[in-house]
């Protein structure tokens, strides 16, 4: 089983970044799928999330209006795509499935850092 999170990178602030995360393994079909960061020195923090069939999102309030979700279930894949990125969106970003009963698989993390 595995999450590999990609496109992360060195960005200038107001520059956009697209991160994806490939699932083998296991399913993300019926199960919400999501993204949570964690900054240097700050705790992990859930970012933006997905339903499993209806697409309803969920935002944390910091990246609503720059940041969008999206999933392909053909692909077994989520998306991120981050706009008007600011240098406090600097963090590792982890990809992250809800089971029904808890956070069930993690990615390992791709590292978005935003210079100011």
């Known amino acids: 089983v595995q999450l590999v999170e990609s496109g992360g990178g060195l960005v200038q602030a107001g520059g956009s970044l697209r991160l994806s995360c490939a699932a083998s393994?296991?399913?993300?079909?019926?199960?919400?799928i999501g993204w949570f960061r964690q900054a240097p020195g700050k705790e992990r923090e859930a970012v933006s999330c997905?339903?499993?069939?209806?697409?309803?999102?969920w935002y944390v309030h910091s990246v609503k209006g720059r940041f969008s979700i999206s999933r392909d279930n053909s692909k077994n894949t989520l998306y991120l795509q981050m706009n008007s990125l600011k240098p406090e969106d600097t963090a590792l970003y982890y990809c992250?499935?809800?089971?029904?009963?808890?956070?069930?698989?993690w990615g390992k993390g791709t590292l978005v850092t935003v210079s100011s």
């Open positions: 997905v339903s499993s069939h209806t697409g309803v999102s």
């Open positions: 992250v499935r809800d089971g029904g009963y808890g956070l069930d698989y």
């Open positions: 393994g296991v399913s993300f079909d019926d199960y919400a």
